[in-house]
């Protein structure tokens, strides 16, 4: 059989995000098993319950031969012919009946008792396993939290001792139980295929028995079969035997080995500094600025690839770059309230990273690692060698930035040479259209080959927000200083991308006006000798599309997401793609301005346009949101409106309850005159005549 994969039990202690990665490949396959085992169990379960089924069938016809004879038929009860071939069709049955038991015992034993073995025991270790590891693996973040959040001026011993004894213990945790999951998961590409082949052996198995019970005749190429089947899964057995004893050393050498590893900040003396790497990797706290003063940190897995720093972040399949580090300057830095801090800064200036690492051993690799390879080291045969013989006597490595002028100077004869913008009529290539290219390009319009950088005033409604004043100057700055929109956009991806050309065209309603600009674009390229392609980066965000320069990172084009109306990839050729994007210019028939560019890119056409369609998406979904967002809040005004408008009217009729109350409470019948009179009285004229009635009083009986 062919070899087994597994994981790596020796990088269990780094968990970098790659063995998190093929982690969670082995965990989707663990998933897969468990479904496909519980798929498989079911429709055994249905043969053991069906063999069940039969057996007990046959032993009831068979009993029900056995009483033929009581039965009480009106016509042709006295058969005993009948009765006796009956009779012994039952004796022939019960046998059968017998076998068909002994098929189902069989059955139970051979063909449900492993697969249930392997469901109930195998597959929920594995899940309780991956619990503990998940509770471990939190655990063991929250300690290293708590100890990246020591302060470097109150070191207080107690504090420190406390929180370096919590991560031994986390990390310590985590490591065994990565160890136990990972031999688990390993073991487990064994089981699986034992689950498989045991309860099918053990069906056939069965089932032969059952036929040699009627029948000797069963082929040697079926016995053969069988046999060579059996010896597999006792070769598979005892290959896992074997595999689980030498994991289980391995472990516990990694146990006794890895235990000084454990401690956050290990003593340089016994494990020393190596000044003479030219690629590291590890996890750094990353300061990001969240105000003028405030900032926050990341942790995250970096590490060097040639001569770029690279993150990558748990859950990532790959890493996305941080700063170029060739020609760069790093140096330790004392950074606010941590601890093993360093900084590096890009070649031109413009660009800096402030890391925090675990301990000062990795701070100062960290450091030398930059350093040598800041130096160019690594594209020596021998870097190891080549750093050591640069770096005999130095500690803190510190490579000094050249200046930006210099920079630019290195720069200025490659601007020089760079070629114009070529143009060329759609008359030059007139006989390369076609009646539907007439139909879909619009007449009498140039092609442009090539990207003018930093933003031509041609484009200039193109490169720019609608409003934005700004002025965009060759080194990257905007004039007004405002921050560019894409840092808090949801979508943020990055694709090198070669520019064909760009031409306008009538219509982007569908796809076939792309092909037909890309067959267009291509051809006037061939007939022209046009082959020069301007490399650049092309940024996908929930707000724009970039392209941006390589080497300077200037942005040479901006295009606004909502002008983007259509974005294909080739049919055949997938490293051609193109989108039209509707200006807000209009030509003399006064409608917009639709311009279709095309580019090549490595293999990428699709993945960049489903990348400008989900930003779409996700920008139209955020303006969804913020439209209902706006109605619910008219709605929720209208309500306050409403209910404003039923209070007052409830207190208008409280009022004129409460008047009508008081006038009819003044009202009073003068019975003396017999003559019913209603009087309304105000509040002043009822005290009067209740003062002029007291008086009255008063003389009658004096």
């Not at 051609?576 to 095309?598: D, I, K, N, T, W």
């Not at 990348?611 to 706006?630: E, N, P, W, Y």
Request: net charge negative.
């Amino acid at each position: 059989m062919p070899g087994i994969d597994k994981l790596p039990i020796e990088d269990a202690l780094e968990d970098s995000p790659q063995t998190r990665s093929l982690l969670g490949v082995f965990e989707e396959d663990a998933a897969a098993i468990s479904s496909y085992s519980q798929q498989l169990y079911q429709a055994m379960q249905r043969i053991y319950d069906a063999q069940n089924e039969l057996s007990a069938a046959t032993h009831l016809t068979s009993r029900l031969l056995k009483e033929y004879d009581n039965q009480r038929f009106p016509l042709g009860g006295d058969d005993e012919v009948m009765s006796a071939t009956l009779q012994q069709f039952s004796k022939m049955i019960d046998e059968i009946s017998s076998c068909h038991a002994i098929l189902s015992t069989q059955l139970a034993d051979a063909m449900m008792f492993p697969i249930t073995q392997f469901k109930e025991r195998d597959l929920k270790e594995i899940l309780t396993l991956k619990e503990v590891f998940q509770i471990a693996s939190s655990d063991h973040d929250l300690a290293m939290n708590r100890y990246s959040r020591l302060s470097k001026r109150r070191d207080v011993e107690k504090v420190r001792l406390e929180v370096m004894e919590d991560v031994y213990t986390a990390r310590k945790k985590q490591h065994q139980t990565t160890l136990h999951y990972f031999s688990a998961l390993n073991t487990l590409q064994y089981k699986k295929k034992i689950s498989l082949l045991e309860p099918l052996l053990g069906y056939i198995q069965a089932q032969s028995s059952f036929f040699k019970l009627g029948s000797e005749n069963l082929t040697a190429h079926w016995e053969e079969f069988l046999s060579n089947i059996g010896t597999s899964v006792q070769n598979v057995r005892r290959e896992m035997d074997s595999d689980v004893e030498s994991m289980q050393q391995s472990i516990e050498d990694l146990k006794g080995a890895c235990d000084p590893l454990y401690l956050p900040d290990p003593d340089p003396a016994r494990i020393p500094i190596n000044r003479n790497l030219s690629r590291k990797s590890g996890y750094l706290n990353c300061r990001n600025k969240t105000g003028l003063v405030s900032s926050s940190w990341e942790r995250h897995f970096y590490f060097t690839q040639g001569g770029n720093l690279m993150s990558q972040a748990r859950g990532e399949v790959a890493g996305g770059l941080v700063l170029d580090i060739d020609n760069c300057s790093v140096m330790a830095v004392d950074c606010e309230d941590r601890r093993y801090c360093f900084q590096i800064t890009a070649f031109d200036g413009k660009k800096s990273a402030i890391l925090q690492a675990e301990s000062r051993k990795d701070c100062e690799e960290w450091i030398a690692t930059i350093n040598n390879i800041s130096k160019q080291i690594y594209l020596s045969e021998n870097p190891e060698e080549t750093a050591a013989r640069v770096n005999q006597s130095a500690l803190d490595a510190v490579t000094p930035s050249p200046s930006f002028q210099q920079r630019h100077e290195s720069l200025r004869p490659a601007a020089k040479s760079r070629p114009k913008a070529s143009h060329t009529s759609s008359s030059d290539s007139a006989s390369l259209s076609t009646l539907s290219l007439d139909s879909l390009v619009a007449p009498d319009t140039p092609i442009q080959f090539d990207i003018i950088s930093p933003v031509s005033e041609e484009y200039a409604g193109q490169a720019k927000l609608p409003g934005q004043t700004g002025r965009t100057n060759p080194f990257g700055e905007s004039g007004d200083g405002k921050p560019e929109e894409t840092e808090d956009s949801i979508l943020q991806q990055l694709y090198m991308v070669r520019f064909l050309g760009s031409m306008e065209v009538r219509s982007g309603e569908s796809t076939d006006v792309i092909y037909e600009t890309m067959r267009h674009i291509l051809a006037a390229r061939a007939i022209h000798n046009v082959f020069r392609m301007t490399e650049s980066h092309l940024l996908v965000t929930c707000d724009c599309l970039k392209l941006i320069d390589p080497q300077t990172q200037v942005t040479r084009l901006r295009f606004p997401l909502s002008s983007v109306v259509l974005c294909a990839s080739h049919q055949e050729n997938k490293r051609l793609l193109g989108f039209v994007l509707q200006c807000s210019g209009s030509r003399a028939e006064g409608r917009p301005v639709s311009v279709c560019y095309v580019f090549e890119s490595n293999n990428e056409g699709e993945k960049i346009c489903d990348s400008v369609g989900l930003a779409k998406q996700i920008a139209f979904h955020s303006d969804m949101d913020r439209r209902a967002t706006v109605k619910q809040k008219e709605l929720d005004k209208e309500k306050e409106r409403q209910q404003e408008e039923i209070s007052k009217q409830k207190q208008i009729e409280k009022d004129l309850e409460e008047q009508s109350r008081l006038i009819a409470a003044s009202s009073r019948p003068n019975q003396a005159g017999g003559e019913a009179q209603l009087l309304v009285l105000s509040n002043s004229q009822s005290e009067d005549s209740d003062t002029g009635e007291e008086g009255k009083k008063g003389e009658s009986e004096a």
